[in-house]
Every structure is written in C-alpha cells, then in structure tokens.
C-alpha cells in the first residue's frame, strides 16, 4: 500500500496549458504538503494545509492554487504554464505536532 | 530565515568505507532534524529524525547527530554498500509551524 500517492508521475506539456497534479494519502495525517525540487535539487516548501485549511503560503506565483477537497487530498492546480515551471514537485503529509514527514514519489513536469 | 547546507555536493567511495555526510543550518532555533535519501523516480525516503531532545539516532549501519548550539548534523554511514549510492537530503525543522528548510544534498556514489 503506498501511503502518500501522486498522479502522475511524468507530465509533458505546452507552455500556455492548464494542468493539475493529485496527491492522496492513506496514513490519517492531517497535514499536507506541496514541495518544488529546482534543477539543482532544492526542494522549497510551496504550500502547507492543515485540516484542509491553507497554513503556509511561500512566495509562489497566483498561477498555482492548491485544492484541498479532504484531508486525505491535496491538489496543485498550475494555470498557464511556463517553462521555468518544469521541476520535480513532491507532496507529503504529516501529523499535526509530529514533523517526520511522508513524501510521494515526485511528479516530474516538464513544460515545453 | 533558516538556510542549510550540505557538504560534500558529491561524494565516491569504494564499497566497505565509512563515511560522514554534513548539514549545517543557520537558525539555531531549528527543533528537528531529518534526513532522506533520494533514489531516481523513487521520490524521498526517511532514514532518521532526530527530535531537539536528541542528540542522535540509530537505524541500521546509519547514524545522525545534532548539535544544535553549531548548527550542524552529520549522518554517518558505516561499511557503505553500493545500495547505498543515492543523493541524501537533511532538512530541518523551525518557525511557529511546521516549515521545513532542504538542504541542496549530497550525491553519494559507492563503487563495488
């Protein structure tokens, strides 16, 4: 059984495109989140949801909005993409209070 | 706001060494440290956390430490193996919530 789970995994697309990437955990954590890994191997804290509630916003353009429909879910919704957007973007979860984290396999876009 | 740092970017040793990696973070403030391993298309998996109440923790042939006061961890391999060979991340913990700061990792080969 695989606890934080992402779809898909590769996504080529056109600039200008709408896309969205889903991520579902299977652990009963009430905290999600998205992370962005630079071709550099960075990975940068993107959104953090608590009970499907937004607690960490960081600096990321209005292009990207996640979804949090349960707290099992949290979705990455990117509007007109761009090519500096290509990167591996990872969700993990966890529960309130502990911070070891679970992370999914990692959803490699490439935008062409 | 928080900063860390991983050194050596790359490392190759012959199979059977022992080996230290290094994180060093800025925000001495940090309550948790934690690191992973990275494999290619197999996203990111924990190998140990360490809370601010430890000083180190103990998996296997792997070993972490924190020393908070210098702002350091080292994750210490021991008789490394060619399944070994994988980009190790350490992040760490701080802020009123749960933000988490990666470090760029370091890219371990080891050599049969």
């Known amino acids: 059984d695989t606890a934080v789970s992402q779809t898909p995994k590769y996504l080529v697309t056109q600039m200008g495109n709408d896309k969205s990437i889903k991520c579902e955990q299977n652990l009963g954590h009430d905290t999600m989140y998205w992370y962005k890994q630079d071709s550099k191997k960075f990975l940068k804290i993107m959104f953090s949801y608590n009970n499907k509630e937004l607690i960490i916003n960081e600096t990321v353009p209005n292009r990207f909005s996640p979804k949090s429909p349960d707290k099992a879910h949290l979705n990455l919704h990117i509007n007109s993409l761009e090519l500096g957007d290509s990167a591996v973007y990872f969700c993990?979860?966890?529960?309130?209070?502990?911070?070891?984290?679970?992370f999914g396999q990692g959803t490699r876009l490439t935008v062409v | 706001k928080q900063e860390v740092t991983q050194i050596p970017a790359a490392l190759s040793v012959p199979e059977g060494e022992n080996l230290v990696l290094n994180c060093s973070f800025t925000d001495s403030a940090i309550y948790n440290l934690q690191w992973f391993r990275q494999d290619p298309g197999k996203g990111l998996t924990s190998l140990l956390l360490i809370q601010s109440s430890q000083r180190e923790q103990t998996s296997g042939r792997l070993n972490a430490s924190l020393d908070k006061s210098s702002g350091r961890s080292t994750l210490y391999i021991a008789a490394s193996q060619p399944g070994d060979s994988a980009t190790y991340l350490c992040a760490g913990y701080s802020g009123g919530y749960q933000k988490v700061t990666f470090g760029t990792g370091t890219k371990l080969q080891v050599i049969p």
């Open positions: 993990a979860s966890s529960q309130w209070g502990s911070t070891e984290a679970f």
